[in-house]
């Protein structure tokens, strides 16, 4: 089960390498990569924060605005990019024993309904690696989508 601080590891700045697939649902579509700096704080006494992510070479922002269910000791992790204007559906789940957070939701993508999956994983004080995936088949098979690896900045 999730705690308060869970995502307490994620405060502060990041730089993040992104490589996203061109197609969501293609295991075979190319892999693009880009930069991106991330900026993490805390709200609510620890029960929730937003990071704002900037993407200057493709010229949007996103965000992820993260809430704790104390009663349900879930988190909520709702997106939005500047592109859209609008918060996805979020995804929900908890952090387990083994450090990882498994976070599941439902979406829509190219017309088609998906099941979500985002997985916290390697976290570390310098490190963490968030990944996206998609399943259009009930979860029987995922298409890993989108990953990030966060690494702190060197300090100055």
Not at 7 to 20: A, P, S
């Amino acid at each position: 089960m999730s705690a308060l601080h869970d995502f307490d590891f994620l405060h502060g700045d990041w730089n993040v390498h992104n490589r996203r697939r061109a197609d969501f649902l293609d295991e075979d579509s190319r892999w693009e990569e880009f930069p991106a700096t991330s900026r993490c704080w805390s709200l609510f006494d620890a029960a929730a924060n937003i990071d704002e992510m900037a993407v200057p070479v493709q010229g949007w922002k996103g965000l992820t605005l993260r809430l704790f269910d104390p009663a349900a000791r879930v988190w909520s992790l709702n997106w939005s990019s500047s592109r859209s204007g609008r918060l996805f559906p979020p995804v929900t789940g908890a952090f387990g024993s083994d450090g990882r957070g498994v976070f599941h939701g439902d979406d829509t993508y190219d017309g088609k309904d998906v099941r979500v999956r985002f997985v916290w994983s390697g976290i570390s004080a310098t490190t963490a690696r968030w990944e996206q995936a998609f399943s259009v088949d009930g979860e029987r098979s995922w298409v890993t989508n989108w990953v990030m690896e966060f690494t702190r900045p060197a300090p100055s």
